[in-house]
T-cell receptor
Framework: KAGVTQTPRYLIKTRGQQVTLSCSPI?????VSWYQQTPGQGLQFLFE???????NKGNFPGRFSGRQFSNSRSEMNVSTLELGDSALYLC????????????FGQGTRLTVV | GESVGLHLPTLSVQEGDNSIINCAYS??????FIWYKQESGKGPQFIID?????DKRQGQRVTVLLNKTVKHLSLQIAATQPGDSAVYFC???????????FGRGTSLIVHP
């Protein structure tokens, strides 16, 4: 079956703009989690959505938000982009809530200039 | 494995050797631990997990050991292959939080 699909793969934005990233989970998976990966901070948890509800949130400012649709597809939005938001954004899906045997997508590489 | 700045600790092994990757976790309340493998240009891949009521868990060619006394986790890879070359992360979760905290990773290089 198809894996986790993230679009776009690469994105360049200007400071102050906003961006929306998309994640399509594995069919049947109801949980989608988002992560930010940078060389300086490593892999950090952003938030998790399960059954269209945000269930958990990491320590990121309110500029980072997300949502999940009834088909479990998820989007994350970053508003008022800062240079420090440049990162690889990963999403992962799992059947149930939490990270048990989560499957990751290849990520969206966001560059803020 | 903890990193210093941008540089990950690196473990270099010969093909066929056994590899041991270590991870020190920070929260004594953590009760769920996961190891991930990340190859260049790809997202992390789940390898194996363990809950705090266990000390050891085995998978295919991999074993995870948990020492709660010293808050230490290790991943053992048997008969390491060139395809095992990747960055390996550990992650910890505190009881029912579903919020993982990741280690900085260890780069494993397998020489043929």
């Amino acid at each position: 079956k198809a894996g986790v699909t993230q679009t776009p793969r690469y994105l360049i934005k200007t400071r102050g703009q906003q961006v929306t990233l998309s994640c399509s989970p594995i069919s049947g998976h109801r949980s989608v989690s988002w992560y930010q990966q940078t060389p300086g901070q490593g892999l950090q948890f952003l938030f998790e959505y399960f059954s269209e509800t945000q269930r958990n949130k990491g320590n990121f400012p309110g500029r980072f938000s997300g949502r999940q649709f009834s088909n479990s597809r998820s989007e994350m939005n970053v508003s008022t982009l800062e240079l420090g938001d440049s990162a690889l954004y990963l999403c992962a899906s799992s059947e149930g809530q939490g990270n048990t045997e989560a499957f990751f997508g290849q990520g969206t590489r966001l560059t803020v200039v | 494995g903890e990193s210093v700045g941008l540089h990950l600790p690196t473990l270099s092994v010969q093909e066929g050797d056994n590899s041991i990757i270590n991870c020190a976790y920070s929260n004594s309340a953590s009760d769920y631990f996961i190891w991930y493998k990340q190859e260049s240009g790809k997202g992390p891949q789940f390898i194996i997990d363990i809950r705090s009521n266990m000390d050891k868990r085995q998978g295919q060619r991999v074993t995870v050991l948990l020492n709660k006394t010293v808050k230490h986790l290790s991943l053992q890879i048997a008969a390491t292959q060139p395809g095992d070359s990747a960055v390996y992360f550990c992650a910890e979760e505190k009881g029912g939080s579903y919020i993982p905290t990741f280690g900085r990773g260890t780069s494993l290089i397998v020489h043929p």
